[in-house]
């Protein structure tokens, strides 16, 4: 890992539950990108990572809600660290994403 952005104060005393959900893999057209999806609670998780011209990885994330009342809210997040391995990425956004959803509620 080279340099993590540093999460919201409100993000760090976060404790990731266990998922118990279904992760489905997701092989994008461009080779240069791989997602995981999984459903953390009643969130759509989507985290991906994305090679740099540097040759690090990217963090990406991509959070999407149902809501029966009102339209799919999408909650979009770049470059949340930089990793030297693309599955370092993926893991550090799906892990940062159930942190952030763990806080929301």
């Not at 104060?9 to 057209?29: D, F, M, T, Y």
């Not at 339209?71 to 799906?94: C, H, P, V, W």
Request: with cysteine.
């Amino acid at each position: 890992m080279v340099a993590i952005a540093p999460l919201l104060a409100e993000n760090a005393a976060c404790v990731p539950a266990v998922s118990r959900s279904r992760a489905r893999l997701h092989k994008p057209k461009n080779k240069m990108q791989k997602t995981l999806f999984h459903d953390y609670r009643g969130y759509s998780v989507r985290p991906s990572a994305h090679r740099l011209p540097d040759g690090y990885f990217s963090a990406d994330l991509l959070l999407e809600r149902s809501n029966a009342l009102a339209e799919k809210m999408q909650y979009r997040f770049y470059s949340l660290g930089y990793f030297d391995k693309e599955i370092e990425a993926t893991n550090f956004s799906r892990e940062w994403a159930e942190d952030w959803i763990n806080s929301k509620g």
